[in-house]
């Protein structure tokens, strides 16, 4: 629940220095890495989350409190799972960890008369234009030896901590607009505004010798200030030290976790990229039990997940795969968040109100869901689900679907038609055969997004992308889909275009590109890389048209270009891990096609690898396989492509490009022979598609 860390007020998190941008290389907001303090909920890479989160501010000072709110330069930072570490140039160390639903601070200070940790309730959002964030509602009490504890509502969010610190001599008191509230034990604000807002909070003030630590303990809770304290108890206990204790156990379970994956071979820095990438795959969405401030039940509660957009095509299948648990708790959390609002939600942020990310996309937790079902996931009533998933198909521009088979945003015609197909699915499964064919039969309005003339979806408005870049998405009718673009030659000549074959090299935009630059650049109508969602699976669409090989070359030349182990390493957004996600998959040689229970199998990246899945383990081993360097570690020109010659699983010959995530979930052994050359492999039978249902042979279950 909470990811404590070091808070500049930079864009897109709160961590670092860059100003907001969206078009080329972002400027520098601060010339140094700074801090006005350590803040404790933040969001994982997302764009345009601007204000929300950065809450709970907690400051150490050798300054006066009227200094509060400035920055001091950050040295010697050190960052593991769960861990935070930093020098101010006040000379004071700064060490954060994290528990389940605690933070738990220390301080090692310089000598000095009057040292101070101030936390700061008032503080919210980001130091950019229109980005703070401000309190409706507070209260703070002080409770004595040590103790205080506060809530503040923000954004409609009560968010409740309870403050735990162990300093022997030093006086705590409140403050407000930067004075000391001696003697005061209280702090009530019925109504703030912007314009009425003072920073408030409370203080810990006393002497110090040289290399003497502080400890600040601290739990959080969205359902008042019993529980932060019951919370800070379960996890810290009162009064006691337990920062070694919290790091540790949060340790543990980072190791379990990542150890999930283990990848053989590769260079240092693809194997730094690939264990980055794993560890932004798993921080988000946060799901905690019990803690939902909108409703009384109790059960999972999933508060950030930012957005459903940018995670349901890899991130979600790859907790299915590893951590199943944490699928489970996202989706019944969503499925409540149905059942109490009347909308599965697009996105779902630590605030209140309507669902605001509606634009991105529709349906889309029916992907998750119908995957969920094939591979029996535990903890979800299906038939509830059922019924939550088809009411949900009517709202929004679920409603002019419905009257009229199409929808713009054209996209969103996509979007429904899938999700009717896989609500079908569901139903079917649950021998509703008349919903299902209900369903079924407007799951077809797919094809009336598409202009039959180019072979490309209709024109439209379209969300952070064009028509080209939509265009290729892994639908349910895939079949039917190349057919209308002119059949295979016609759909493959269209995606060679898409990524550029046989065209020069685009200059990529700089600092402060114009108008006139970006206009040339989206007018190519190329893909763009990996810098946003609506396209991250178009490689593999080539697997339906015959044409593996260029699946391959496309994977290959993305894995070695555009990620890095420095600053820039990532060509996008992280997304809350989605992008992430897609490197993890795209470096394995499997690519999920969510909601069909389906992988389509690529050349991996790495020698070997492994995932610890519910049943067992799935490992991935090649033979033929050449190192590759990425371009941080001296990759100067396009190392060679390698090409799947031939595959076997468990032992027996698998001449299909793809798999059921069942299979992979049940455990197994996929080897593939790699070789410098195309091969036929994979050409011939085809990934499933709706209007030929081929049957999946023995092999590939």
């Not at 140039?89 to 000598?111: L, M, N, S, W």
């Not at 199409?406 to 896989?422: C, E, F, N, S």
């Not at 990529?508 to 190519?524: C, D």
């Not at 391959?552 to 809350?576: K, M, R, Y």
Request: with cysteine.
């Amino acid at each position: 629940m909470v990811s404590a860390c070091a808070y500049s007020g930079a864009y897109p998190t709160g961590y670092g220095r860059y100003a907001k941008n969206t078009e080329g290389v972002p400027e520098e907001m601060f010339d140094r890495l700074q801090a006005s303090g350590f803040t404790h909920f933040q969001q994982s890479g997302t764009g345009a989350i601007r204000k929300y989160y950065n809450y709970v501010r907690v400051t150490p000072m050798v300054q006066p409190l009227d200094d509060l709110g400035q920055s001091w330069s950050l040295a010697d930072e050190e960052a593991s799972p769960g861990y935070y570490a930093a020098t101010l140039d006040t000379g004071i160390r700064c060490e954060v960890t994290v528990g389940q639903k605690v933070a738990v601070h220390r301080y090692t200070f310089p000598q000095h008369s009057s040292a101070r940790v101030v936390v700061d309730l008032s503080c919210g959002g980001l130091a950019i234009d229109l980005g703070r964030t401000v309190p409706l509602r507070a209260q703070v009490e002080n409770i004595g030896h040590g103790q205080v504890q506060g809530t503040v509502v923000m954004e409609g969010v009560p968010l409740s901590v309870y403050v735990d610190v162990d300093a022997p001599g030093w006086r705590q008191m409140l403050w407000y607009d930067r004075r000391l509230i001696d003697g005061g034990t209280r702090l009530d604000f019925d109504s703030i505004r912007h314009t009425t807002l003072r920073p408030f909070g409370m203080l810990y003030m006393g002497p110090t010798r040289a290399g003497q630590t502080i400890e600040v303990r601290m739990g959080f809770s969205l359902r008042g200030c019993d529980q932060a304290k019951r919370n800070l108890e379960r996890e810290c206990g009162l009064g006691q030290p337990s920062f070694e204790i919290v790091k540790l156990r949060t340790r543990a379970r980072w190791a379990d976790h990542l150890d999930r994956v283990k990848v053989d071979g590769g260079t240092p820095a693809r194997q730094t990229v690939y264990a980055t990438a794993l560890y932004h795959s798993l921080i988000k969405p946060c799901i905690v039990d019990d803690e939902s401030p909108f409703w009384p039940s109790n059960g999972p509660y999933a508060f950030d997940v930012c957005t459903m957009w940018d995670i349901y095509k890899t991130q979600l299948p790859l907790l299915m795969a590893i951590a199943p648990d944490r699928a489970s708790g996202l989706l019944e959390s969503l499925i409540r968040v149905c059942e109490e609002e009347g909308n599965f939600p697009i996105g779902y942020r630590m605030a209140r109100g309507a669902d605001r990310f509606f634009r991105q996309g529709s349906a889309l937790a029916h992907t998750a869901l119908a995957d969920a079902h094939a591979l029996d996931l535990d903890g979800i009533e299906w038939s509830w689900a059922l019924v939550h998933m088809a009411d949900d198909l009517r709202r929004m521009y679920g409603e002019d679907f419905f009257e009229h088979g199409v929808v713009h945003p054209i996209t969103h015609t996509l979007d429904l038609a899938y999700g009717h197909h896989l609500t079908a699915q569901l139903a079917r499964a649950l021998n509703d055969t008349r919903l299902a064919d209900d369903l079924a039969r407007r799951a077809h309005g797919w094809v009336n997004a598409f202009d039959p003339g180019t072979g490309l979806l209709r024109d439209s408005e379209f969300y952070e992308g064009g028509k080209w870049n939509y265009s290729f998405r892994l639908l349910h009718d895939m079949a039917a889909r190349i057919a209308l673009a002119g059949g295979d030659a016609g759909f493959i000549d269209k995606l060679d275009r898409f990524f550029g074959y046989g065209a020069a090299p685009v200059k990529q935009a700089g600092r402060r590109p114009q108008p006139v630059e970006m206009a040339a650049g989206y007018a190519l109508n190329r893909f763009e890389g990996l810098n946003n969602e609506p396209d991250m699976e178009a490689p593999w669409a080539y697997h339906y048209a015959g044409r593996p090989d260029r699946t391959a070359e496309v994977v290959h030349s993305a894995l070695t270009w555009q990620f890095g182990t420095g600053p820039g390493g990532l060509p996008g957004n992280d997304d809350s891990g989605g992008l992430s996600s897609w490197y993890i998959w795209a470096s394995l040689g499997l690519f999920p096609v969510a909601g069909q229970n389906l992988f389509l199998i690529n050349a991996p990246a790495f020698e070997r690898a492994a995932l610890r899945v519910r049943e067992g383990e799935f490992v991935i081993e090649t033979s033929g396989l050449r190192e590759a360097p990425i371009s941080s570690d001296g990759a100067e020109h396009e190392p060679p492509v390698q090409y799947v010659q031939s595959a076997t699983l468990n032992g027996r010959p698998l001449d299909a490009a793809h798999l059921t995530a069942a299979t992979v979930h049940r455990g197994g052994r996929l080897h593939l022979r790699l070789g410098p050359e195309p091969s036929g492999w994979g050409r011939g039978v085809r990934p499933p598609s709706l209007s030929d249902s081929p049957a999946l042979s023995e092999e590939t279950r």
